[in-house]
């Protein structure tokens, strides 16, 4: 048997190799980002996901050069997910901004760019943007966030690159059966943003019985149940002690039964939300700590 481990990888679409767990920095400040993302290189972790949205690609850039340092590793052991700015989208203005988030991140490419979220009328043009970076080999790949099947399928009928990931909320309460089954049948990895629920599923019961049977956590449990059903997922902490308990699921298994229990306990919600939140803000307003204010103010949103 292959051992498993934070280094295992599935292959994108494009060839490319992409790790399948890694740490997401969502409502995590510049501080906690450096942090957080150091410690995680130190403790193994490959894939780091952040966003200019998040507004701390500065504290997330340091923490991988600190990672990097203390590790001895090369950058391209690792794989650094960021994101189009929902006002940065547009032909002209993804790429000209994406020089803003490499800048911050203190790196001449990253692995996987993605759009935060399908803005109406624009994100044909940020694709066709992303497509040159890509060509360009700005990006090793690229793909997308929080699109539903009819955006996606109205992206693959205009692209000439296919997206590699399509990233959605997606935990044991909210699992996306018509985006998943979409993205599979056509070859598109699903990932898996707030994989705990944002807390939520933690605390369910089924889960809790799970979680006791194998001695584990609850976040343990629900993150083995996305590495059994084969998405990516990418769970936040800003605590080094949880971010090493969030990768120490290679030594347990669930059983069929126990995934098809998880699988039961789906509520059915829709995700796309995105008019709701504050894409002016870093972070969508939700953290006013130290976080990054852009030195390219943010383009016209269109709501
Ligand atoms: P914290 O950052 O204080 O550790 P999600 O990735 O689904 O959005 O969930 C993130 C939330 O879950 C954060 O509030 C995070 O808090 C918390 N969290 C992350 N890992 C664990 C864990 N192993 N046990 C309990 N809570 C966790």
């Known amino acids: 048997m292959v051992e498993e481990s934070l280094e295992t990888t599935v292959r994108l679409n494009n060839g490319v190799e992409m790790p399948r767990l890694g740490l997401g920095v969502w409502k995590t400040n510049n501080t906690n980002a450096k942090e957080s993302v150091s410690s995680a290189i130190q403790q193994g972790y490959r894939l780091i996901d952040t966003a200019k949205q998040y507004g701390n690609e500065t504290g997330v850039g340091e923490g991988i050069r600190e990672g990097l340092e203390k590790t001895g590793l ?14 940065d989208q547009g032909y002209q203005s993804t790429l000209d901004k994406f020089e803003g988030s490499l800048k911050r991140l203190q790196l001449d490419y990253v692995d996987l760019l993605l759009i935060h979220w399908p803005v109406d009328g624009k994100y044909l043009d940020t694709w066709k943007a ?22 996606l399928q109205n992206l693959l009928d205009h692209a000439e690159v296919k997206p590699v990931i399509n990233q959605m909320e997606f935990n044991p309460l909210q699992q996306e059966k018509e985006i998943l089954n979409f993205a599979q049948e056509q070859g598109i990895q699903l990932e898996a943003w707030s994989p705990l629920g944002g807390g939520a599923a933690l605390n369910n019961p089924t889960i809790q019985k799970i979680a006791d049977a194998h001695n584990k956590s609850t976040a343990q449990v629900i993150i083995r149940w996305d590495w059994q059903r084969g998405i990516v997922t990418i769970p936040k902490s800003a605590h080094p002690e949880r971010i090493a308990q969030n990768s120490d699921i290679f030594d347990f298994s669930l059983s069929d039964d126990e995934v098809q229990a998880i699988n039961d306990l789906d509520e059915n919600k829709a995700s796309i939300w995105y008019q709701d939140f504050g894409w002016y803000e870093p972070n969508g307003g939700v953290d006013t700590g130290s976080v990054d204010k852009w030195d390219d103010s943010p383009a016209d949103y269109d709501k």
């Open 74 to 87: 090369d950058r391209k052991d690792l794989f650094i997910t960021t994101k189009v700015f929902n006002g």
């Open 130 to 151: 992303m497509e040159k970076l890509y060509h360009d080999g700005k990006v090793r790949a690229i793909g997308v966030s929080n699109f539903d099947v009819e955006r």
